[in-house]
């Protein structure tokens, strides 16, 4: 059997994914900067359906995700909350709202059990000041932020659930599967009522798109594996082909 991360394959990655963006480098390759930084970071375990920080709240913390899988959620004028971003293991966020005291502009909730290390507004401040160039980071990563959650809007409003729900699954192949010969294998996080949220749909439209992923042999599902059989169809569906 060739298991191999996803990250590795080539055909995963295009940039019409808009990933949660990374801080630079993957804490697992982290510079002296980032060393500094973990020092001064607090592992917190958090289980599944666990609010990091609810959108409005003052900030406390910088996070960083060391395990598990979080989303981030905006509600709207009208009470409705939208799922516009995840977050993967090397993934931050709050670092402005951190340094300049805004209050969090959305809600971080756990999707699976987690682990995520949290610096103190007091901590990260005193790293900006000795290393400006966090501040650099700080800034890109929030731009980049930024531009995902309108793609991601962009995408509600002209997509189908099925091309949202595809294009959902290519990400989660990217940054959490692994290769198992042609196919990828992925953990199932989601429930039928979370990948709702997750694709802005009803939950019967989900289980309605997951049944014709099955027919259509994209997919199959055993225990908590949800097995990709057919990434190339997938990837077409969500756009993501040249």
Same mark, same amino acid.
């Given at each position: ?180 010969? @042609?196919?990828? *294998?992925?953990?199932? &996080?989601?429930?039928?009522? !979370? #990948?709702? $949220?997750?694709? +802005?749909? =009803? ?17 199959? @599902?055993?225990? *908590?594996?949800?097995? &990709?059989?057919?990434?190339? !169809? #997938?990837? $077409?569906?969500? +756009?993501? =082909?040249?």
């Amino acid at each position: 059997m060739d298991c191999t991360i996803c990250q590795d394959r080539p055909d995963l990655h295009d940039s019409r994914l808009a990933l949660a963006p990374r801080w630079g480098t993957p804490l697992s390759q982290h510079s002296e900067e980032f060393s500094e930084l973990l020092s001064r970071c607090t592992a917190t375990q958090y289980a599944a359906g666990d609010i990091l920080f609810q959108q409005g709240e003052i900030p406390v913390y910088f996070f960083l995700v060391q395990q598990g899988l979080i989303k981030i959620q905006r509600s709207s004028s009208q009470g409705r909350d939208l799922t516009v971003e995840f977050l993967f293991p090397g993934d931050v966020c709050g670092a402005l709202c951190a340094l300049d005291g805004t209050p969090y502009p959305c809600t971080a909730i756990c999707v699976s059990d987690a682990q995520v290390g949290r610096v103190t507004q007091r901590d990260f401040a005193q790293l900006v000041r000795k290393d400006p160039s966090l501040m650099y980071r700080a800034c890109a990563t929030c731009r980049d932020k930024m531009s995902h959650q309108r793609n991601f809007l962009l995408g509600l409003a002209l997509e189908q659930a099925d091309g949202r729900a595809a294009r959902l699954l290519c990400l989660l192949a990217l940054r959490l599967g692994v290769a198992d010969g @042609e196919n990828v *294998k992925i953990p199932r &996080l989601f429930d039928r009522q !979370a #990948l709702s $949220e997750a694709i +802005g749909t =009803t939950p019967e439209t989900a289980i309605r798109t997951l049944s014709k992923f099955r027919k259509n042999g994209w997919i199959k @599902e055993k225990g *908590k594996t949800l097995t &990709l059989t057919n990434l190339a !169809a #997938l990837r $077409e569906l969500a +756009g993501l =082909t040249n």
